[in-house]
């Protein structure tokens, strides 16, 4: 028990060694000239214009092979609690081929002990945790990131 | 003897008014006409403003704050529906009917009902079903009010809805019918046709409780 105590403390007192040099290093930066800001940073810089949420309806391209499938039209108002999937109403594998949905890859009757389950996971339920719809915005930094050969998109 | 006079006088005067008399009753039952009609016409549409519905907490706290999140409230141009738009009819005898049944909300309200939200979250699917089956019935009117088929741009559309909505007046189906919970939430929608999809919430589909 005592063990436990003394590394929980050493673990916290560690912690809090870190934060404060993180803390001191920040207040320590130049203000300004930071990758992501042009401004001074106390200065208020002006609000940037919110971003349209792209809403085509077509398939969006992956950039790796894991990469959860983006989802390509609007969302606002889709239910998703413990009455009702708004999603699974037209993606489930039952309702899919009425409205002419991509159906949930069978990755979803899976549940995280491996067993195979009749319908979709309770762990799965919650689409949003990995498929999220995308705004029409640029990249803040520029980066080298290339998908793989095989994806080819 | 008098008495029989009496009767026979008054009767005289009633059965050949003066034409002055008869010009007064027209006057005043004109002016009464119009007091009361129009009395009776502005307290119903009073009923119908949005003050008037929010005014009970069951309202206010349950459905109001839901439909403030939706498009229904707040939108790009400014144009709002308010409870009465989607839920009384606007034409004349339907909107009667509706009134009349709405007074037996009252007795509801003295009930206590659905005085919490648990109590309101229980009756929530009876009444969503309730009022599903007033719009299937009279093909979505408080929806067509505005949103009408005959005038809708599908090009203008996603291809998603234009070919949704190309396939609903084919299969002459309703507003309704799909888009359920547009301005409240769901209830718990199991056993309702074409939605029906599993919660972990509801101990189906493996290791939940």
Redesign the interface.
């Known amino acids: 028990m005592s063990t436990q105590k003394r590394t929980v403390k050493y673990l916290a007192s560690t912690f809090a060694l870190c934060l404060s040099c993180v803390v001191s290093l920040t207040s320590a930066a130049p203000a300004g000239n930071t990758a992501i800001r042009n401004n001074d940073l106390n200065i208020e810089a002006p609000a940037v214009p919110l971003k349209k949420n792209i809403?085509?309806?077509g398939v969006m391209d992956r950039e790796f092979v894991q990469q959860p499938p983006l989802i390509p039209?609007d969302i606002?108002?889709y239910?998703v609690d413990?009455?009702?999937?708004?999603c699974?109403?037209c993606h489930?594998w039952?309702?899919a081929k009425?409205?002419?949905a991509t159906r949930i890859s069978v990755t979803h009757f899976y549940?995280r002990d491996g067993?195979q389950?009749?319908?979709?996971?309770?762990g799965r339920?919650f689409c949003l945790q990995c498929h999220v719809p995308q705004a029409d915005a640029k990249p803040l930094i520029d980066n080298q990131f290339k998908p793989v050969e095989s994806l080819d998109n | 003897m008098a008495k029989e006079f009496i009767i026979k006088r008054y009767w005289k005067i009633l059965s050949r008014p003066t034409s002055v008399g008869l010009g007064l009753i027209l006057v005043f039952g004109f002016a009464a006409g119009i007091i009361f009609w129009g009395g009776f016409n502005t307290s119903m549409e009073m009923t119908n403003q949005e003050e008037f519905c929010i005014g009970c907490h069951e309202m206010r706290d349950n459905v109001y704050e839901e439909y403030k999140t939706t498009i229904h409230y707040s939108n790009r141009s400014g144009v709002r529906a308010i409870c009465s738009d989607c839920h009384v009819p606007k034409e004349w005898g339907p909107k009667i009917v509706r009134k009349i049944q709405a007074s037996k909300e009252l007795y509801g309200k003295i009930a206590g009902t659905i005085d919490t939200r648990e109590k309101f979250l229980d009756h929530r699917l009876a009444m969503a079903t309730r009022e599903w089956a007033r719009m299937k019935a009279n093909d979505s009117q408080e929806c067509r009010n505005c949103h009408n088929f005959e005038f809708m741009d599908f090009s203008e559309q996603g291809g998603r809805a234009m070919n949704i909505h190309n396939q609903a007046i084919k299969d002459g189906n309703t507003c309704i019918d799909c888009h359920k919970g547009i301005a409240h939430e769901l209830p718990d929608m199991r056993n309702v046709e074409g939605w029906g999809s599993i919660s972990p919430a509801h101990g189906k589909g493996g290791d939940s409780q």
């Not at chain 1, 413990?82 to 708004?86: H, R, T």
């Not at chain 1, 389950?117 to 309770?122: C, F, S």
């Open positions: 809403d085509e309806d039209h606002r108002g239910q413990k009455n009702v999937n708004k699974l109403a489930s039952k309702n009425k409205w002419g549940d067993n389950l009749a319908d979709v996971a309770p339920y």
